[in-house]
């Protein structure tokens, strides 16, 4: 939820007013986001909000913010549109190599503690993947290890919007958006359009085909991610979540990671005060105990 903010398409009503939500039907929308995706909605964020929605306003045939509403609360199947709401709130930054200190680590620490180990498999999760930047980093750097050292690895990369995996499924970038990438790795697994003008690369297909996406969503009770992880990436999402939702994702990952596996969060997140297995290693990266 962790790309692009999304931007706001104009509908304009009447004498060129942009319409807005009614305060009740504002605290409905706010309540059914917090419950689907743990993101609080506070009334500062109405603009940003009714921005976001104004694009489901032509495809759901409403002409108004309210009457989407309407539509949305009075179907009792709505699921699908309930996917077009979550697509529409959660903010998609992300960047190849964000926050290096991370990959560093991964590298340099733990890749040879797992490998010390004797264990042959790493098993990866990038748990809020975006438009794919973190998981095709992780893969560059593990693939780079394994390739030296022998073994095998598997990555798991999930997402709560099902837009931006399949953005990561294509695994195709502007140009620009894969320079952080170091060339060494670079000339190894990005591959330049056919057509230069086009300005775009795509991550080589042996890459691709180390990871599997899958939606899922965090607030769900529980994480069916298969096997313990050895490494679980899941930065930059909690500061979306209040206290009480941090906690409770932090644990459920936690759960899924095995003894000695190593918890990555973003540089600006915390789990201080929390009672989790974990102990810190290195800045916002945890080993599980």
């Given at each position: 939820m962790a790309a692009v903010a999304k931007a706001p398409v104009a509908i304009t009503h009447?004498?060129?007013?942009?319409?807005h939500l009614s305060a009740d039907r504002f605290a409905r929308l706010a309540a059914l986001?917090?419950?689907?995706?743990?993101?609080?909605?506070?009334?500062?964020?109405?603009?940003?909000?009714?921005?976001?929605?104004?694009?489901r306003l032509r495809d759901t045939g409403t002409t108004t913010l309210n009457a989407y509403c309407d539509l949305l609360f009075a179907d009792a199947n709505a699921n699908d549109e309930i996917d077009h709401l979550v697509n529409a709130v959660t903010t998609n930054k992300t960047d190849f190599f964000r926050e290096?200190?991370?990959?560093?680590?991964?590298?340099?620490?733990?890749?040879p503690t797992i490998a010390a180990t004797g264990q042959r498999r790493i098993r990866a999760w990038s748990a809020a993947c975006s438009t794919g930047a973190e998981p095709y980093t992780m893969a560059m750097v593990i693939d780079r290890f394994v390739q030296a050292?022998?073994?095998?690895?598997?990555?798991?990369?999930?997402?709560?919007?099902t837009e931006v995996l399949e953005a990561a499924r294509r695994g195709i970038y502007d140009a620009a958006l894969v320079d952080p990438v170091p060339s060494m790795l670079r000339q190894r697994y990005v591959a330049a359009s056919r057509d230069r003008r086009a300005g775009k690369v795509r991550i080589t297909p042996d890459l691709r085909a180390a990871i599997g996406f899958a939606r899922l969503n965090l607030m769900d009770a529980r994480y069916p991610v298969g096997e313990p992880?050895?490494?679980?990436?899941?930065?930059?999402?909690l500061i979306y979540f209040d206290k009480p939702t941090q906690e409770k994702v932090v644990r459920r990952l936690c759960d899924c990671l095995r003894p000695g596996g190593y918890l990555f969060l973003g540089h600006s997140e915390t789990i201080a005060g929390m009672d989790l297995p974990v102990k810190t290693v290195s800045y916002t990266v945890f080993e599980r105990c």
């Open positions: 009447g004498p060129g007013d942009l319409d986001i917090y419950d689907e995706t743990g993101i609080k909605m506070p009334r500062t964020k109405a603009t940003m909000l009714e921005g976001r929605l104004r694009r290096p200190g991370h990959f560093e680590f991964l590298e340099k620490v733990a890749l050292r022998g073994g095998e690895y598997g990555i798991l990369a999930t997402d709560i919007d992880m050895d490494i679980i990436f899941c930065r930059n999402v």
